[in-house]
């Protein structure tokens, strides 16, 4: 089935710290993979994407993911956290241009002062 | 363009009651998607249309669900003799035809309580 992990319900990390979320996807045909974030009471932003190509992509706010295919895993970092990164993050994956995104179940990230 | 409008932000219904909640995508975006998320979970998919056609429905999306998109514009969602457990973010997200390049763009939801 196609899908996607995320194995830590949540992350704790103190600022200034690198962080990693991880996640990993089912393996089928090339996927498609993002990163979202939310805020409390609010949608999801879309944080970065990866579709071909550098298997290390960079997107907002400071945080890059790198796609690595023999481990199918995908996993979001950020060399230094900052309090305001607190949030939960959520990993999803598409497998074609016509078909839906399919979500993690998502990783609360807590960065303490 | 100032992105996906959901309205409301929140209904508190009485079971048994019906409720129908909007959503206006990017206005030049054809594809349109709802999502149901519950606390605590990831987004699941309900549904999606591109223009006004209804392309594809979960399993989730029961008999007492129903999603409009008439003109290929804004879109319906309501959902008839709600049950507590339809309590949850319902999101709503549009994206182009630009393919796989992009991922969605989401609303900031309507939050269903069902009393």
């Known amino acids: 089935a196609q899908s996607v992990a995320q194995p830590e319900d949540q992350v704790n990390v103190a600022e200034g710290n690198p962080l990693t979320v991880k996640c990993t996807y089912s393996?089928?045909?090339?996927?498609?993979l993002f990163w979202y974030v939310q805020y409390p009471n609010r949608g999801l932003q879309f944080l970065l994407k990866?579709?071909?190509?550098?298997?290390l992509v960079k997107g907002s706010y400071g945080f890059e993911a790198e796609f690595n295919k023999s481990q199918t895993s995908f996993h979001l970092k950020k060399p230094s956290a900052l309090v305001s990164d607190s949030a939960l993050y959520f990993c999803?994956?598409?497998?074609?241009?016509?078909?839906?995104?399919?979500f993690g179940s998502g990783t609360r990230l807590s960065i303490r002062p | 363009d100032t992105g996906v409008s959901q309205d409301p932000r929140h209904k508190i219904t009485k079971r048994g009651q019906n409720v129908t909640f909007r959503c206006d995508p990017i206005?030049?975006?054809?594809?349109l998607y709802w999502y149901r998320q519950t606390l605590g979970q990831g987004p699941e998919f309900l549904t999606y249309?591109?223009?006004?056609?209804?392309?594809?429905k979960s399993r989730l999306l029961s008999d007492r669900f129903s999603a409009e998109r008439p003109k290929g514009s804004f879109s319906t969602l309501e959902i008839q003799r709600t049950e507590q457990g339809d309590s949850a973010m319902y999101l709503c997200?549009?994206?182009?035809?630009?393919?796989?390049?992009?991922?969605?763009?989401f609303g900031s939801g309507t939050r269903l309580t069902v009393v």
């Open positions: 997200a549009s994206s182009g035809l630009g393919g796989a390049d992009y991922g969605y763009t």
């Open positions: 249309f591109q223009n006004e056609a209804q392309l594809e």
């Open positions: 206005s030049e975006h054809n594809r």
């Open positions: 990866y579709i071909t190509g550098d298997n």
């Open positions: 999803a994956v598409r497998y074609s241009s016509a078909s839906k995104i399919i």
């Open positions: 393996v089928s045909g090339n996927p498609y």
